[in-house]
Antibody
């Protein structure tokens, strides 16, 4: 059974860097085909794709946010980390991680999400 | 990147069917058979309903079905039930990126 859970700060100040960790179980990012994606959702608004990372360290990013994003993995700890620099109030959102298998191109299992507010 | 266009809302009475469209371009929806659909209840994480345009994960009722014609994908919910009231999103793989839909709120009258 695959599960994912996001953790990180609930409040960050403008211009700061956000770090959110996705801790998962039920699969390994050392296994061919496995991947984890990141998606966010501002309150009352639509989902937005941020990026994803695959078992082979292949990384894909939303082109409009690419300069601010970094996704890394710690295979031994079963964790994926999302880093977003220069946070702004418009980045206030719930941040989700989700499981993905290469070639299927869908997010089949999602974490519960973590709400991040950007405010001074 | 431009989001996929979905109608903001759709509605139907219990037992009826509702169809939600998801319109993109030849570079995303039209170019790949990798459209997926998600259901999201308030305060909850999205749930996968359909992947690769027409496939249902195990456990998803066959009331949910997907299709695609040209640059437009569609999700049909047949036999509407009260618990189907939720937001629905389409997502498509588009090469080196994903493109998300604008979301549709389905109301069961």
């Amino acid at each position: 059974q695959i599960t994912l859970k996001e953790s990180g700060p609930t409040l960050v100040k403008p211009t700061q860097t956000l770090t959110v960790t996705c801790t998962f179980s039920g699969f390994s990012l050392s296994t061919t085909g496995e991947g984890v994606g990141w998606i966010r959702q501002p309150p009352g608004k639509a989902l937005e794709w941020l990026g994803l990372i695959y078992w082979d360290d292949d990384k894909r990013y939303n082109p409009s946010l690419k300069s601010r994003l970094a996704i890394t993995k710690d295979t031994s700890e079963n964790q994926v980390v999302l880093t977003m620099t220069d946070m702004d109030p418009v980045d206030t959102a719930s941040y989700y991680c989700a499981h993905r298998f290469f070639g299927v191109h869908a997010f089949d299992i999602w974490g519960q999400g973590t709400m991040v507010t950007v405010s001074s | 990147q431009s989001a996929l266009t979905q109608p903001p809302s759709a509605s139907g009475s219990p037992g009826q069917s509702v169809t939600i469209s998801c319109t993109g371009t030849s570079g995303d929806v039209g170019g790949y058979n990798y459209v997926s659909w998600y259901q999201q209840h308030p305060g909850k994480a999205p749930k996968l309903l359909i992947y690769e345009v027409t496939k249902r994960p195990s456990g998803v009722p066959d009331r949910f079905s997907g299709s695609k014609s040209g640059n437009t994908a569609s999700l049909t919910v047949s036999g509407l039930q009260a618990e189907d009231e939720a937001d629905y999103y389409c997502i498509t793989y588009a090469g080196m990126k994903d493109v998300f839909g604008t979301g549709t709120k389905v109301t069961v009258l």
